[in-house]
Nanobody, 124 residues
Framework: QEPLVESGGGLVQVGGSLRLSCTSA????????MGWFRQVPGKEREGVAA???????SHADSIKGRFTISRDNAKNTVYLQMNNLKPEDTAMYYC??????????????????WGQGTQVTVSS
């Protein structure tokens, strides 16, 4: 059973918005670096954004200005606000956690804990 659980995905039209949430019922990730990744079939998992335990953020160039990562440590929850969605944003979105740091955050091989994913589909 994955330690992280994502929610908030769905079908949305071009230009629409969604907010993804990621939480854990069994573990406190307040001191962890948290991140969001996405993947389409046949392609490598792509880093979307990451946030340190103190709230410092990094975002991929492809979504900068449209997506925002945030966290609420009191709720043990990480969010990904996605605005102005485009068809190329269609993917399975995964939440991830790592204990060491957010260095090289876009390398999925460095992340330890993962969720099961939530599908985002943007229709044109």
């Amino acid at each position: 059973q994955e330690p992280l659980v994502e929610s908030g995905g769905g079908l949305v039209q071009v230009g629409g918005s969604l907010r993804l949430s990621c939480t854990s019922a069994g573990y406190n990730y307040a001191t962890y670096c948290m991140g969001w990744f996405r993947q389409v079939p046949g392609k490598e998992r792509e880093g979307v954004a990451a946030i340190t335990s103190e709230g410092y953020t990094s975002h991929a160039d492809s979504i900068k200005g449209r997506f925002t990562i945030s966290r609420d440590n009191a709720k043990n929850t990480v969010y990904l606000q996605m605005n102005n969605l485009k068809p190329e944003d269609t993917a399975m979105y995964y939440c991830a956690a790592r204990q060491d740091s957010c260095l090289a955050w876009d390398m999925h091989q460095l992340w330890r804990d993962w969720g099961q994913g939530t599908q985002v589909t943007v229709s044109s």
